[in-house]
């Protein structure tokens, strides 16, 4: 049984008005303690939620029942739609938190196709099932574009006769929408908050992205570079990165340490003490060196340095877990209302069938930690035994390593990508498998395929892409793209805090 309903109001007034109190004068007999809750008002209406909650003997105050007023929620929405999805999400779960029932209703009063979209995408986001507020004349089309955009999740058309025990039935919706992935991943990175190393303070996105983690209290955070300058640069910006540590790799107490134990670490490879102590100047090995020596828990770079200058010091000085040779890199994919995992994105070209055996492993790994059941297809050109080839056999050859080496894991292939994510088409090309049309982790043949592919739902689908995360290192050393925006750094700096966990 839902503890929850999203209700969306009609044009009406008065029969929004009617259907509400309906609704309330029924849930308050069912629950011991219900809430209201919505996430956008008009402020003439704050009056009149009042008067709901003293009428139902509703024990919450008339700010706990809204989250923005209409004019502050366009504000926040065009600065910052991350923040304006995340406050409502945060304020949301702390009423799920302590009452027993809440009833969220529409920003607006809208008629089928005024204001839908966000109204929907608030419903996505809280997991509550909609009850719409729909006249007869508009049934039709409203059935048809609920259908389509909950994707066969159950709603309810109402009217003022609405049948009660039909939306007592409704059951809560299970959407990975990023928004709530994000939120999810903040709350486990505040539970336990973690020390991220930042080599690359010169540049501006990395600052803007630092002013923002500081507000957020999610990680301590550690700057690379010389204190002066980066005071100098964020006073340019407008930023207050107060309370941020920052070390500057030239000069710092630690070189000595450090330089010691790069040496001990790289003698045997031919390394000598002045060259490391060389080398631990440099920024992109000083960090790694913080992560070693534990006096951080993770670095994050790439925005100005290559992904080979990010990876090569971890591989020399960090080093892969046991069982694993090789690093592989995932991104985490955000679709309107789901999230999949892509591999291996970033790091190599043309991997063996052990290495794609690994990374479907560590892959799995990583899903788990962030939240996903992982459902593992192993990509290719060929769905089943369908298909002959070189690439084919060698998918093969990785998904039997898989299962002999890691017999836990829910995987499955060769398949196409639409085999692998749509029911209909995985019914039709592999109808036996658990997997095929369930999937949520993809395991890509080559580095062609999967950066392309990523790249590709990233700008044409405008899906968010978290990542590159790099798998397989004993501590996280995670590489940004180049091109990366603030906020993907603030989403990666999260990400590798989990890890760190």
């Known amino acids: 049984m839902m ?45 009149a939620v009042q008067e709901w909650l003293e009428e139902f003997n509703i024990k919450q105050s008339s700010k706990e029942s809204y989250g923005f007023t209409l004019r502050d929620a366009m504000n926040t929405f065009s600065h910052d739609p991350h923040y304006f999805f995340n406050k409502i999400l945060e304020e949301y779960e702390n009423l799920k938190a302590k009452y027993d029932f809440i009833l969220v209703t529409s920003f607006s009063e809208f008629g089928i196709l005024d204001g839908f979209e966000l109204s929907v995408k608030l419903a996505k986001n809280l997991n509550t099932p909609i009850a719409a507020i729909i006249d007869q004349k508009d049934q039709n089309i409203a059935r048809k574009i609920f259908d389509e955009s909950l994707k066969g999740e159950n709603y309810a058309l109402i009217d003022a006769n609405f049948d009660f025990n039909e939306l007592m039935n409704l059951k809560e919706y299970e959407f990975i929408t990023p928004n709530r992935f994000k939120f999810e991943l903040i709350k486990k990175s505040v539970k336990n908050k973690k020390i991220v190393v930042l080599p690359e303070s010169d540049d501006e996105r990395i600052l803007r992205a630092s002013e923002i983690l500081l507000r957020s209290n999610v990680v301590h955070l550690i700057l690379l570079g010389n204190e002066t300058k980066i005071k100098e640069d964020a006073l340019k910006l407008g930023l207050d990165l107060n309370g941020i540590e920052v070390l500057d790799p030239a000069n710092s107490p630690l070189c000595e340490e450090f330089s010691a134990m790069l040496y001990e670490a790289r003698k045997a490879k031919g390394m000598s003490l002045e060259e490391a102590a060389k080398l631990v100047k440099d920024r992109t090995y000083f960090g790694t060196m913080l992560v070693h020596s534990k006096k951080a828990d993770a670095m994050v770079s790439g925005a100005s340095t290559t992904t080979a200058e990010t990876i090569r010091p971890a591989l020399q000085i960090i080093k892969t877990k046991e069982g694993i040779n090789s690093v592989s890199g995932i991104f985490f994919m955000g679709l309107e209302d789901k999230v999949l995992a892509f591999a291996d ?20 790994l990583s899903a788990k930690a962030f939240g996903l059941e992982p459902r593992i297809a192993m990509l290719s050109y060929s769905s089943g035994d369908s298909g002959k080839g070189e690439s084919v056999d060698l998918v093969n050859e990785a998904l039997k390593i898989a299962k002999k080496n890691y017999p836990e894991l829910q995987i499955d292939g060769p398949m196409q990508f639409d085999c692998a994510y749509d029911a209909k088409t995985a019914a039709k090309k592999m109808p036996n498998s658990t997997i095929a049309g369930k999937a949520n982790v993809y395991i890509f043949p080559n580095l062609d395929a999967a ?51």
């Open 345 to 364: 994105c970033a790091v190599n070209p043309n991997p063996t069938a052990e290495q794609l055996a690994q990374s479907a492993y560590v892959s799995a």
């Open 451 to 501: 950066n392309i592919c990523y790249k590709a739902v990233q700008r044409t689908a405008n899906a968010l892409a978290i990542g590159p995360i790099l798998q397989g290192l004993k501590k996280p050393v995670n590489d940004l793209s180049r091109g990366c925006l603030v906020e993907d750094i603030v989403d990666t700096v999260i990400l590798s805090a989990i890890q760190a966990q």
């Open 3 to 47: 503890a929850n309903l999203y209700l969306m109001r009609s044009k009406s007034d008065d029969l929004n008005t009617l259907i509400t109190k309906k609704l309330l004068a029924n849930y308050t007999k069912h629950y011991k303690n219900v809430a209201i809750y919505c996430p956008v008002i008009y402020v003439h209406r704050i009056a």
